[in-house]
Nanobody
Framework: QVQLQESGPGLVKPSQTLSLTCTVS??????????WSWIRQPPGKGLEWIGY???????YYSPSLKSRTSISRDTSKNQFTLQLSSVTPEDTAVYYC?????????????WGQGTQVTVSS
């Protein structure tokens, strides 16, 4: 089975960059045809898709977050990362990595457990 695990700081100061890493085991992030995604859930709100890096290395981001988002990967470590710049308290959420089964979708067959990120001084 594929397993995903998020890691990174749980507290980020306003205006700084949020950086998270997803470590994947049980499957390669280069395997056809999957889309390695970041999704978040603010308190009391629904899931929000952030973006993905595909098996090919191509990226796609939510239009509302595109200007602040960068997703990259390290195939030697089977990891992919999220960087979200210029954060505000509105970026406080539980952040998930997941394996999407189709592009530009939150429909996923495997999810990480999620990690809480709080933006505060």
């Amino acid at each position: 089975q594929v397993q995903l695990q998020e890691s990174g700081p749980g507290l980020v100061k306003p205006s700084q960059t949020l950086s998270l890493t997803c470590t994947v085991s049980g499957g390669s992030i280069t395997t056809n045809y999957y889309y390695w995604s970041w999704i978040r859930q603010p308190p009391g709100k629904g899931l929000e898709w952030i973006g993905y890096i595909a098996y090919s290395g191509s990226t796609y981001y939510s239009p509302s977050l595109k200007s602040r988002t960068s997703i990259s990967r390290d195939t030697s470590k089977n990891q992919f990362t999220l960087q979200l710049s210029s954060v505000t308290p509105e970026d406080t959420a539980v952040y998930y990595c997941a394996r999407a089964v189709e592009p530009r979708s939150v429909r996923s067959d495997y999810w990480g457990q999620g990690t809480q990120v709080t933006v505060s001084s």
